[in-house]
């Protein structure tokens, strides 16, 4: 076995490794928590993975089913988080993001809801006093009666919506949402100063929000699937050692 040029030590030392935070789903659900954060009597809520040929490139999905209990229901959330250590946050920190919603779901969930919210989201935190957490949303529907707005969500502390989206595709065929973003210049954005030490202290988290459904039929259920759901930052070797 040879011995490694002073060349060649550098860039092992130096050079930053490319992270991922094992959130592409190719290895199961051992990374994510599933919770129904509200409407738990109306609802059930699992995650499983599949197994279809046609949905390789979305290995896991999240199902939101209706029983036949209370209605109507005012608000449902439910969320599926990442159960990983926090990290750096960097200025090469990306987010990424894939699913596809089951279109026969979809529609029977644009009879009944008022208003569909898909968001993705994560804590940041600057010397471990600033925290943010920021947040991209998507509106799959919205009617006269509920607009949704950046302001929706100032109930929930430490939120900041940095993207919000109306969904236009088509809904005659599987919806799909592909999705990558720099995190630092939306930090930026927030008119937050990004000196000093900043992390991402948890996982990421993708969630549902569902207002006023008052499902026509039951049992109804939505399905998303979920391909990939991850950031990615450069982490340089020398930090293992700082």
Excluded at 32 to 48: A, C, K, P
Excluded at 139 to 150: A, G, L, Q, R
């Amino acid at each position: 076995m040879g011995i490694c040029s002073v060349v060649e030590l550098y860039l092992f030392l130096v050079l930053p490794l490319h992270v991922f935070r094992n959130g592409s789903f190719n290895e199961g659900l051992k990374y994510w928590n599933s919770t129904i954060l509200m409407g738990q009597e109306v609802i059930n809520f699992s995650m499983g993975t599949t197994e279809q040929k046609s949905l390789e490139h979305f290995p896991c999905a999240m199902v939101l089913t209706g029983n036949d209990t209370v209605w109507p229901a005012q608000f449902v959330w439910v969320r599926v988080n990442q159960n990983t250590a926090g990290h750096p946050l960097t200025e090469s920190s990306s987010l990424k993001l894939s699913l596809m919603i089951n279109e026969t779901n979809l529609k029977r969930i644009l009879l009944s809801a008022d208003v569909a919210v898909i968001y993705v989201g994560f804590m940041v935190s600057k010397n471990n006093t600033t925290k943010c957490f920021i947040v991209y949303a998507w509106v799959v529907c919205e009617t006269n009666s509920i607009k949704i707005t950046e302001g929706t969500f100032s109930q929930y502390k430490f939120w900041s919506v940095v993207s919000l989206e109306r969904f236009n595709g088509s809904l005659l065929e599987n919806p799909v949402i592909t999705f990558r973003r720099s995190i630092w210049q939306d930090l930026m954005s927030q008119a937050i100063p990004t000196n000093g030490d900043w992390k991402i202290d948890e996982g990421i988290e993708i969630g549902v929000m569902l207002w006023n459904i008052r499902p026509f039929d039951l049992p109804w259920s939505l399905t998303i699937y979920l391909g990939c759901l991850d950031i990615t930052y450069h982490w340089p070797l020398r930090n293992l050692w700082s």
